[in-house]
């Protein structure tokens, strides 16, 4: 009874052997060519700016972690400003991203339901500031999406003054 089902346990095995290789290769050769676009559509090309006037650099504003702050204002535009960030080779920390808290909230470990997005942490990216945030006291919140946590809030600061 043994030797019937070894037997045909082995036909079956070869018969994979050589009809799964066959299908892979028929799958791969039939595939649909991966869709391309000549170009995006107008309203996701990012344009780029050229934010040349430091409003001010302070290197002070967070006190755990020396990170350098650059509020750079665009050249042709004097209403629009970035948030440039620099820190230390070093600081790694997992999908980090960069709020605004207006006021002086007492921030502890949870993020305010008021807080505004500025976008990710890059050391090689500059952050749009929307010109709702520009004016008035706030703190800047480093925020780990992968940790769910707080990482770092700066000092109170005035982006512009009034």
Known sequence: ?????????????????????????VGVAGRRPVPTMAS????????AQAFTVS????????TNTPITVRL?????????HSL???????????????YWVAGNPSITD???????LLGAFNSSSELMIPATLKRGNGSLVLYSLANRAIVEVSKPVTLLKQ
């Open 1 to 25: 009874m043994i030797r019937p089902l070894r037997q045909r346990h082995r036909r079956i095995v070869l018969a994979l052997g050589i009809f799964l290789p066959l299908a892979l290769a």
């Open 40 to 47: 995006l559509p107008p309203g996701l090309v990012a344009t």
């Open 55 to 62: 409003a001010w650099e302070r290197n002070n504003l967070f």
């Open 72 to 80: 750079a204002q665009a050249s042709g535009d004097p209403e629009r």
């Open 84 to 98: 440039w960030f620099s820190a230390p080779k070093d600081f790694v920390k997992p999908d980090l991203i960069v």
């Open 110 to 116: 949870k993020l305010p339901d008021d807080a505004s």
